[in-house]
T-cell receptor, first 113, second 111 residues
């Protein structure tokens, strides 16, 4: 089955700097890659997603890039703010598997003011 | 538009007991997926229901079962509870192949 690896496990950045989280996946049939933000004690929130027919997608300070050949995708957060502090999860799925999401292990991001 | 809701919020059970968790999908969504999230880990897929039929299952034993109702709400049942079943149980709803939106979860503690 699909396996998703996520790095780094923790990331500490100064407010205003950029943060980058990287994920790799194993199944070349995966075609949908969402990112979730989970604050302590809260539900995972979908913040951005990308499909395999697109190489990059941006939404204000957040961007995701996808390299299908290398089977990796990344989340980029620019101009980080303290409210960006949370655990971020990447995931992969394929429609043929009923869109079951396989998650990475998570990255704990701390934005220091 | 109503978001995904789950009940109860917290639950404490003892080993060997049975538990039923409930999920109401977001308005307009026809698919519900269930995930188990252990402390400090990413969610693990349990199973998915699409239009009242099971549509995929993860690596969980048969004592994890579920169903979906005509209004697309769903239940997760766990029999013969074990200590390792202690976790946050999340349901997520979606419309066909669109993004999955999570509920607040049910924190299950097995003693």
């Amino acid at each position: 089955g699909e396996n998703v690896e996520q790095h780094p496990s923790t990331l500490s950045v100064q407010e205003g700097d950029s943060a980058v989280i990287k994920c790799t996946y194993s199944d070349s049939a995966s075609n949908y890659f969402p990112w979730y933000k989970q604050e302590l004690g809260k539900r995972p929130q979908l913040i951005i997603d990308i499909r395999s027919n697109v190489g990059e997608k941006k939404d204000q300070r957040i961007a995701v890039t996808l390299n299908k050949t290398a089977k990796h995708f990344s989340l980029h957060i620019t101009e980080t703010q303290p409210e960006d502090s949370a655990v971020y999860f990447c995931a992969a799925s394929m429609k043929a598997a009923g869109n079951k999401l396989t998650f990475g292990g998570g990255t704990r991001v701390l934005v220091k003011p | 538009e109503t978001g995904v809701t789950q009940s109860p919020t917290h639950l404490i059970k003892t080993r060997g007991q049975q538990v039923t968790l409930r999920c109401s999908s977001q308005s307009g969504h026809n698919t519900v997926s269930w995930y188990q999230q252990a402390l400090g880990q990413g969610p693990q897929f349990i199973f998915q229901y699409y239009r009242e039929e099971e549509n995929g299952r993860g690596n969980f034993p048969p004592r994890f079962s579920g169903l979906q109702f005509p209004n697309y709400s769903s239940e997760l049942n766990v029999n013969a509870l074990e200590l390792d079943d202690s976790a946050l149980y999340l349901c997520a709803s979606s419309l066909d192949s669109q993004g999955q939106f999570f509920g607040p979860g049910t924190r299950l503690t097995v003693l």
